[in-house]
């Protein structure tokens, strides 16, 4: 069982960053695939970024692509998210997830956070 928390969001107005953080309780987050999705009032909820177990890999969506930076903390159990150049289309509940085995863009992951929320103000 892995329990997730995210933090880090909040009201940014455009061009600005945020660094979204996720932690995640269970001995075995080092084995886990982690990954980031967004939804928006309105929309289906969408991939954004992902990280293996090792971080040496990392997937990113072509909306953030350039603007987002996904890492992992495997000894404090935390993956991270930081967002530049910040968009009002950027607005959204960020959720966190993790599973040990998935197609990382795929949102099949066992594993949600409640989200934290990021406003984009124009």
């Known amino acids: 069982q892995v329990q997730l928390v995210e933090s880090g969001g909040g009201l940014v107005q455009a061009g600005g960053s945020l660094r979204l953080s996720c932690a995640a309780s269970g001995h075995t987050f080092s084995r886990y695939i982690m990954g980031w999705f967004r939804q928006a009032p309105g929309k289906e909820r969408e991939f954004v970024s992902a990280i293996i177990w090792s971080g040496r890999s990392t997937y990113y969506a072509d909306s953030v692509k350039g603007r987002a930076t996904i890492s992992r903390d495997n000894a404090k159990n935390t993956v991270y998210l930081q967002m530049n150049s910040l968009k009002p289309e950027d607005t959204a509940v960020y959720y966190c997830?993790?599973?040990?085995?998935?197609?990382?863009?795929?949102?099949?992951?066992?594993?949600w956070g409640q989200g934290t929320q990021v406003t984009v103000s124009s």
């Open positions: 997830a993790a599973d040990p085995r998935v197609n990382a863009f795929s949102d099949m992951y066992n594993y």
